[in-house]
């Protein structure tokens, strides 16, 4: 039996905008000037040109509800979703989406890839010396052990500006439904504004 040694796939030119638009289906391809896609897991991958390693990149999302001059208010020892619209977002192609907003969940794309996900926010408590924060990546598994505490050593009502980063890989339960970060202002409330999440999937397992 005589082995075949090339293989012809059809590659479809189009603008930009509409890979930004559909689901390439899985093993398709479409061309834009500047990259090369793939369908693959229900995601648009970008296969040439390579940016340090397949589909390797980064995001930011901004929240725009949330600002100096309408703060959340986290009440004592109610555990809740660090909320995060969105707003405003910068990648680092077109093609990546590790977030959310309207499930306010963060995604993972294939399991056992590795992200760095960072969380920056402002903060402040009326009762700095008996209140603190504390923060999960909410799933279960591993992930659940991604956690911290953060205290107000500024003294009441002080801004605090906080900047958290988390390194995690992504198992099967993480891949399938995504997960969300909590926060819980124990011992009085909080006040918490300007929320960016930066995420950088730092290895692809795909």
Do not use: C
């Amino acid at each position: 039996m005589s082995k075949n040694t090339a293989y012809r796939v059809h590659v479809e030119d189009v603008e930009q905008s509409v890979v930004d638009n559909v689901n390439i289906e899985d093993g398709a391809m479409l061309r834009t000037d500047d990259y090369l896609y793939m369908g693959h897991n229900n995601k648009n991958v970008i296969v040439y040109p390579q940016t340090g390693g397949l589909n390797l990149g980064w995001a930011r999302y901004d929240d725009t509800e949330y600002t100096s001059l309408s703060k959340l208010t986290l009440v004592e020892d109610t555990e809740v979703v660090l909320s995060n619209n969105g707003g405003n977002v910068v990648r680092s192609h077109s093609s990546i989406d590790f977030y959310n907003s309207s499930t306010q969940k963060i995604l993972g794309i294939n399991e056992n890839d590795v992200y760095i996900f960072t969380v920056a926010f402002k903060a402040s408590a009326a009762n700095a010396n008996q209140t603190f924060l504390e923060y999960n990546l909410e799933g279960s598994g591993q992930i659940s052990r991604v956690a911290g505490t953060i205290a107000y050593p500024k003294g009441n009502d002080a801004e605090h500006v906080e900047n958290i980063m988390m390194q995690y890989y992504t198992d099967a339960t993480f891949v399938a439904d995504g997960v969300q970060l909590k926060v819980n202002s124990v011992g009085g409330d909080s006040l918490i504004w300007d929320v960016i999440y930066f995420i950088q999937r730092t290895q692809n397992a795909g």
